[in-house]
């Protein structure tokens, strides 16, 4: 992370010790999930299900074999394949398998609990989705579970930049558009990530906080 910005072994309670810990904080807010607990999940879920009341979720499937043609066609897509990669670059060092994996996903119904619960499952780390057969037979809850697959398996800014892109490439811009407003209603970002301060910038904003408070 920010291997340019960090500083190397700074003494404790030094500014510099205090800017290290700064970024780390910086990089946890841009991608919640990523590292610790899934915290945007039921937001995130939230604004999905307003999507399916303003836009709907897309294309209804009568079968498995019928999701498998349609996931088959997005993971060779190169709109797919490109985020795979780019999500690849930064978990090889956690997930040796993915490159032996590749891209392609399997798909099953749901073996117990059909009926209940999730829509869809994701098993990323076997390149497999699960769904519900009376809930889950739909493009966009397919394509939810296949931005986790793409290597996001929570709910934080990069599976939402994913499932955007996903949903506009595949269901169209009035349905990203739909999900666009979704998002944004309830404050969830997922565009590029913030960069954080440089080291100066942060020394300067930290004295002016330090001017206000003691006025
Ligand atoms: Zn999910």
Same mark, same amino acid.
């Given at each position: 992370m920010y291997d340019e910005l960090l500083f190397k072994?700074?003494?404790?309670?030094t500014p510099e010790y205090y800017y290290n810990q700064y970024l780390r904080e910086h990089q946890v807010k841009q991608n919640k !999930? =990523?590292?610790?607990?899934?915290?945007e999940r039921t937001k995130t879920y939230r604004a999905e299900w307003a999507l399916y009341d303003t836009n709907g979720y897309g294309r209804e499937f009568d079968s498995i074999a019928e999701v498998q043609k349609y996931v088959t066609k997005v993971c060779n897509s190169k709109t797919y394949t490109k985020m795979w990669m780019e999500a690849y670059e930064s978990r090889k060092e956690k997930d040796f398998g993915a490159i032996l994996r590749g891209t392609n996903v399997q798909v099953s119904g749901k073996a117990?609990?059909? !009926? =209940?619960?999730?829509a869809g499952l994701a098993y990323v780390e076997e390149n497999r989705i699960v769904l519900d057969t009376h809930t889950g037979m739909n493009e966009y809850t397919v394509l939810h579970e296949l931005a986790h697959c793409v290597?996001?398996?929570?709910?934080?800014r990069s599976f939402r930049k994913t499932i955007m892109k996903l949903t506009s490439r595949f269901m169209g811009k009035d349905a990203a558009d739909a999900l666009k407003v979704e998002f944004k209603a309830r404050k969830l970002p997922y565009g590029e990530p913030r960069k954080p301060k440089t080291f100066d910038q942060w020394i300067s904003a930290k004295a002016r906080m330090e001017k206000i408070r003691n006025v």
């Open positions: 072994s700074p003494y404790h309670g !999930g =990523e590292r610790g607990r899934d915290t117990a609990r059909n !009926g =209940e619960g999730n290597g996001h398996p929570h709910h934080g």
